[in-house]
């Protein structure tokens, strides 16, 4: 049976309480053998890719130049795509849940993608989104990493759970 493949968004230039809070979401991934997969660079990024590798988990990075050696050094396996801000649909695509912390716009282009494909998002202190405008989407909120993966982790196993769309 294959892991899942989780994307884990967010700010390239986070707080320091948002790097714990993606660190610890890296290794809970990985301790759950999923795949990890960011968009390769700094910051939240790097703090996921830091905690899975630590918990021996695989980490891919999807990045926006050419160059796979723009990859952060937790990254397993860097796909550079030339796509710029574009990588975003990428990682929309490859991934099957996603969690997202802290963010800018990057961050919010990508949980739009993410919940245009039917994809269950959850978010730990990141963008409040208008819940009015989202019935039927996939989109939660979580207070911390281990409620996060909790969430997600029920939303993946729910039949409703647009997986691979």
């Known amino acids: 049976m294959r892991g899942r493949v989780v994307a884990v968004l967010g700010a390239s230039r986070p707080s320091a309480a948002e790097l ?16 990890v997969v960011t968009g390769g660079l700094g910051g939240v990024m790097a703090a996921a890719s830091e905690g899975a590798r630590e918990k021996h988990g695989l980490v891919i990075g999807i990045l926006p130049g050419v160059s796979a050696s723009d990859a952060n050094s937790h990254v397993g396996l860097a796909i550079p795509t030339g796509l710029g801000d574009a990588r975003n649909a990428v990682i929309a695509n490859c991934a099957e849940g996603f969690v997202a912390i802290g963010g800018g716009l990057g961050t919010l282009s990508e949980i739009a993608f993410a919940l245009k494909r039917g994809k269950p998002v959850v978010g730990v202190s990141t963008w409040k989104l208008d819940h009015r405008r989202l019935e039927g989407v996939a989109w939660h909120t979580a207070h911390s990493p281990a409620e996060a993966i909790e969430t997600l982790w029920a939303a993946l196993s729910s039949p409703q759970a647009t997986l691979g769309a």
């Open 20 to 35: 714990n809070l993606a660190r610890e979401v890296g290794a809970l991934l990985a301790e759950r053998g999923a795949v």
